[in-house]
């Protein structure tokens, strides 16, 4: 089954850290930027943090100097470690990316993950 499956969500205590992982499963990452977005509750979804396919990076401003997100091409998958979180960034943290499935011929798709919760409190 083609699919984006994130990892690495749950609770923490304010000022600590948080490693996501977001796998390519049934196809590999496109040539395309991947990036990670969440949503808190009543609040719009927004993007946290993009990487491109040569590991060039891109933050949010509330984000930038905390959370560090990475690329492993060979092994089709993105991580997000966050640290000195704190309770404003709690939400559902998604993956999206535009996977290639490969065959004859071959296909895009652009997907989601299923979110993985994140909540930081005390």
């Known amino acids: 089954q083609v699919q984006l499956v994130e990892s690495g969500g749950g609770l923490v205590q304010p000022g600590g850290s948080l490693r996501l992982s977001c796998a390519a499963s049934?196809?590999?990452?496109?040539?395309?930027?991947v990036g990670w977005y969440r949503q808190a509750p009543g609040k719009e979804r927004e993007l946290v943090a993009s990487?491109?396919?040569?590991?060039?990076?891109d933050y949010a401003d509330s984000v930038k100097g905390r959370f560090t997100i990475s690329r492993d091409n060979a092994e089709n998958t993105v991580y997000l470690q966050m640290n000195s979180l704190q309770p404003e960034d709690t939400a559902v943290y998604y993956c999206?990316?535009?996977?290639?499935?490969?065959?004859?011929?071959?296909?895009?798709?652009?997907?989601w993950g299923q979110g993985t919760l994140v909540t930081v409190s005390s």
């Open positions: 999206n990316a535009q996977l290639l499935i490969l065959g004859d011929p071959y296909k895009y798709l652009e997907a």
């Open positions: 049934g196809a590999i990452f496109s040539v395309n930027p």
């Open positions: 990487v491109t396919h040569s590991n060039s990076a």
